[in-house]
């Protein structure tokens, strides 16, 4: 089974970056982007012991949601429209994704009304790129300023990606920055950080040296 391997080859290059940097592997959790994925591969990773999913578009992910285990943790990671917020609350464990002051509005307030409190990372735009969503770094304290008072949502961290490159080397400095940034506010007043998700098929490595504890990974788990 390919996703067998793949996931082998994945966990050691895990540990081997973790030990570089002097890190216990143990504190990285794999989140399998599943949003190219069959039903059946997921279910392989699944029986692998992987619990935590990424999926980034509603349509896709309702399906697979109500066919799979119960137990598997649903992450959103893709740009949410506010009319989806009320389901993704329901479906998914935590929204990596959350990239604008007017969607924080729309999930704190459905989250209320479920009487519940969600948990969401802030997606940041690390290289201020055009195509890319998410707060320039020199956004955010400003922006957990105005996220962390809302009582239905708990800020549990960052989501960044790293420009596409060529040398996967030349995403370090992108993750160093977010790693910093992560640091500067990692006691920011109602907040819970938690987690630092960076780190996709083409560069997890170089984020687990620079500091995630939480990658992203579709192509590189489900490819044959
Ligand atoms: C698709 C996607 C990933 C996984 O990308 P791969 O290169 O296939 O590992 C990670 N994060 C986000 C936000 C994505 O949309």
């Known amino acids: 089974m390919a996703v067998a391997e793949n996931l082998a080859r994945i966990k050691r290059e895990i540990r081997l970056a973790a030990e570089k940097a002097g890190r216990d592997p143990g504190e990285i959790t794999v989140v399998a982007v599943s949003k190219g994925a069959t039903l059946a591969d997921i279910k392989a990773a699944y029986s692998l012991g992987l619990r935590d999913f990424g999926e980034n578009r509603l349509q896709d992910a309702r399906q697979k949601i109500s066919a799979l285990p119960g137990d598997i943790r649903w992450h959103f990671i893709g740009h949410l429209q506010s009319n989806k917020v009320k389901e993704v609350i329901r479906s998914f464990v935590q929204i990596q994704s959350l990239d604008r002051l007017s969607l924080a509005g729309k999930i704190n ?5 479920a009487g519940a409190t ?16 998410g707060l320039r770094p020199e956004e955010v304290k400003d ?8 009582k239905g949502i ?18 370090r400095p992108y993750f160093k920055a977010m790693r910093r940034l992560y640091e500067d506010n990692k006691n920011f ?28 990974i ?6 044959n």
Not at 109 to 113: G, I, R, S
Not at 154 to 171: N, Q, S, Y
Not at 189 to 216: K, Q, Y
């Open 143 to 150: 922006f957990l300023a105005a996220v962390s008072v809302l």
């Open 154 to 171: 708990k800020i549990r961290g960052f989501m960044a990606m790293a420009p596409l490159c060529r040398d996967p080397e030349e995403t």
């Open 118 to 133: 969600c948990p969401c990372l802030v997606q940041v735009n690390i290289a201020a790129e055009k195509s890319k969503f």
């Open 218 to 223: 579709g192509s590189k788990l489900f490819s």
């Open 109 to 113: 307030k459905a989250a209320l009304e």
């Open 189 to 216: 007043p109602g907040t819970d950080m938690t987690f630092l998700s960076m780190g996709m098929s083409n560069d997890f490595h170089i984020a687990v040296e620079e500091g995630a504890n939480m990658v992203r």
